[in-house]
């Protein structure tokens, strides 16, 4: 019996849209990857995971592939790897920049 990938679950991580692919094997079980949202090419290179991936875990990943600015949101401390928005009231010398989770329009 050959392996069945799936596409399991969507999320975007720091305005980073990513999908999950489960792979099932005929005997080692599930094993789960992480693809690039918009291209559908494999993120996680080498080593899968056995269970579905954290954010945490979704996160260190698109760490090492990310090679722009590293910027955090100033709300979530979280990291931003695309579409990062800036607060147009924010203090001379602090951090300008927030994720699109914790964005609000009246920051604009
Ligand atoms: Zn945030």
Request: overall charge negative.
């Amino acid at each position: 019996m050959a392996h069945s990938e799936k596409i399991v679950g969507r999320h975007m991580i720091g305005g980073w849209p990513v999908v999950v692919q489960r792979t099932l094997w005929p005997v080692e079980g599930a094993s789960y990857d992480l693809l690039d949202g918009d291209t559908l090419g494999t993120l996680t290179m080498g080593e899968s995971w056995d269970a579905y991936p954290t954010e945490q875990q979704m996160r260190i990943v698109l760490d090492d592939l990310h090679d722009g600015e590293a910027i955090c949101c100033r709300s979530c401390q979280k990291r931003i790897y695309r579409d990062a928005r800036r607060v147009g009231a924010a203090e001379p010398g602090s951090n300008p920049y927030c994720c699109c989770d914790c964005w609000d329009e009246r920051l604009r």
